[in-house]
């Protein structure tokens, strides 16, 4: 039987996601439908209802609703508990179980695609909202041996870090003071700049000549951070396609107990993104 499944956001209408989900459900021999629904904050509750009242068996949640999707589930996921935020839905029994798969999926594209070893890496994070909170578990089970968060807000930081609870691994500094932080193995920017026309600012000397660095967005919002990392000679860059898909291929998993293989879709948009951009 057809089972039905959607991602929530706001905007929504450019989302890969029903994409990746159609590839993995033909390539697994799953019948599924998956669609975007574009719900506003206000409406979004009432949209997932609608949702499961019309067989609705799971979900992905994406910007902004990552915060209000925890707070409809009957249960979630210690990961989930852990950042706060829920990105996949599981209809089980009478209610939603929620779990949030962007950790693993950030730390899979790096060691397993990009084969880089995390390991003892000094961190810097730009940015403390959803996006940062997502992955910052994962990184640290993945084994960084510092991480330095900043954000143009700095209490929003200083709460991140409070919520890790691991003070000698985990600290907070002030953006204007980035140039004073010294230099770093792997930068990740979880800052939503990428998607305004405004540049951040950031002085090179953050870059040791082994860094790694990550932008969480992809596609054109990804550019300005990447090309500031090859300017300054960073040793690899890589953008958050790779992580869309391998969180997907999580939530699959935990949907339909088995994770599909992601090269060939990785591949195809990988292709499309790189038409496009070049297209401009
Ligand atoms: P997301 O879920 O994508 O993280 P968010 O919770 O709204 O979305 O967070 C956006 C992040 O990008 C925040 O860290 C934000 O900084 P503030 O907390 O100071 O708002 C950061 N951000 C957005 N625009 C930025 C810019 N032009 N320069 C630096 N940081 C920016």
Known sequence: MRQHFAVFGQPIAHSLS??????????????????A???????????????????????????????AAYALCKEVSEYAFHVGAVNTLMWQDDGWMGCNTDGVGLIV????????????????????????????????????????IVNRTAARADEL?????????????????LAALGDFELIINATAAGHQT???????SLLSPRCLAVDLSYGKAAIPFLSWAKAGNCDHAVDGLGMLVEQAAESFLRWHGVRPQTDGVYTTLRAKQDALISAD
């Open 198 to 204: 405004t540049v951040m600012d950031l002085p090179f």
């Open 18 to 35: 029903p994409y990746i989900h159609a590839e993995f459900g033909k390539q697994c021999g799953v019948e599924l439908d998956y669609v």
């Open 109 to 148: 594209d790096l060691t397993e695609r990009e084969r880089l070893d995390l390991r003892g890496r000094r961190c810097l994070m730009l940015g403390a909202g959803g996006a940062a909170r997502g992955v910052v578990p994962a990184m640290l089970e993945a084994g960084v041996a510092e991480l330095i």
């Open 37 to 67: 629904i574009e719900a506003s904050p206000e409406d979004f509750a009432s949209a997932v209802a609608t949702f499961r009242a019309a067989g609705g068996r799971g979900a992905n949640i994406t910007l902004p609703h990552k915060q």
């Open 161 to 177: 870090v409070d919520a890790v609870g691991e003070p000698d691994r985990v600290k907070s500094r002030y953006w204007e003071d």
